[in-house]
C-alpha cells in the first residue's frame, strides 16, 4: 500500500534553515509528480510547492517562493522541502502529497501524516 | 495567490443532502476541470473525496458527488451522517501552474 513518511520536523528560531523529508513506499515514486502542502495550527490547507517527476519542473506558492525548495532523490524515493529564512509564518504541519492517478497535476491522492515545524524565538 | 473562497460551515439533518460551494476566478476553478475536495478529521490528514470535478476514487461513497458551473464548485453531500461531521476542502490547479486551497467548510450534522 502507498505510504508517504515525512520527518524533520521540529522547533527552530527565525532565520534558521530546515529541510525536511518525505519517505515514499508502495508505489513507482519516480513516475508521480510529488507536492508539498501545509496547515497552520487551527487553520486552513496551503499548498507550497510541487515538483515533476523528472525534477525539471517546480512551482511554488508565493508566500514560500525565493525561500523554499523542493527536490527529489528517485534513487532513494524520497521527496525533500529545504526551507530557509523560517518566519513564524511558516509554522505548522508539512504534508508531503501524492499526484492523483488520473490526470497528471490534478489532484493529490496520498497524503502523509505530516511533521511539524515551529519556528519561534 | 488568495485561498478560493468556501462557506465556512454548513449543516443539515441527517439523512439530508448540503452542498459546499468553492468560488475561484476564471485563472482556476473556472479555467480548468481540475477541481478537487477533500475531507479532513481533526489531527488527521486530507483525504481525497472527488478529482477532476466529478469523479471519485476507488472507496468513496458515493452520497460524495462534484460539479462545477462557471467559477464555482460544488459538493455535494447525500444522505448526511453523522460521521461526515468534519472539514472538507476544494483545491484547484492555476494558470501558473501553481495550486489553491479553499478557506474550509465545516460541516455540522444537527
Known amino acids: 500500500q502507498v505510504q508517504l513518511v515525512e520527518s524533520g520536523g521540529g522547533v527552530v528560531q527565525p532565520g534558521t534553515s530546515l529541510r525536511l523529508s518525505c519517505a515514499a513506499s508502495?508505489?513507482?515514486?519516480?513516475?508521480?509528480?510529488m507536492h508539498w502542502v501545509r496547515q497552520a495550527p487551527g487553520k486552513g490547507l496551503e499548498w507550497v510547492a510541487v515538483i515533476s517527476i523528472d525534477e525539471k519542473r517546480e512551482h511554488y506558492a508565493d508566500s514560500v517562493q525565493g525561500r523554499f525548495a523542493i527536490f527529489r532523490d528517485n534513487s532513494k524515493n524520497t521527496l525533500y522541502l529545504q526551507m530557509n529564512n523560517l518566519r513564524p509564518d511558516d509554522t505548522a504541519v508539512y504534508y508531503c502529497a501524492k499526484e492523483g492517478d488520473h490526470t497528471a497535476w490534478s489532484s493529490f491522492d496520498y497524503w502523509g501524516q505530516g511533521t511539524l515545524v515551529t519556528v519561534s524565538s | 495567490q488568495s485561498a478560493l473562497t468556501q462557506p465556512a460551515s454548513v449543516s443539515g439533518s441527517p439523512g439530508q443532502s448540503i452542498t459546499i460551494s468553492c468560488t475561484g476566478t476564471?485563472?482556476?476553478?473556472?479555467?480548468?476541470?481540475?477541481v478537487s475536495w477533500y475531507q479532513q478529521h481533526p489531527g488527521k490528514a486530507p483525504k481525497l473525496l472527488i478529482y477532476?470535478?466529478?469523479y471519485r476514487p476507488s472507496g468513496v461513497s458515493s452520497r460524495f458527488s462534484g460539479s462545477k458551473s462557471g467559477n464555482t464548485a460544488s459538493l455535494t453531500i447525500s444522505g448526511l451522517q453523522a460521521e461526515d461531521e468534519t472539514d472538507y476542502y476544494c483545491?484547484?490547479?492555476?494558470?501558473?501552474?501553481?495550486?489553491?486551497f479553499g478557506s474550509g467548510t465545516t460541516v455540522t450534522v444537527l
Open positions: 483545491s484547484s490547479y492555476t494558470r501558473t501552474s501553481t495550486f489553491l
Open positions: 508502495g508505489f513507482s515514486f519516480r513516475s508521480y509528480a
Open positions: 476564471s485563472s482556476d476553478v473556472g479555467g480548468y476541470n481540475y
Open positions: 477532476d470535478v466529478t
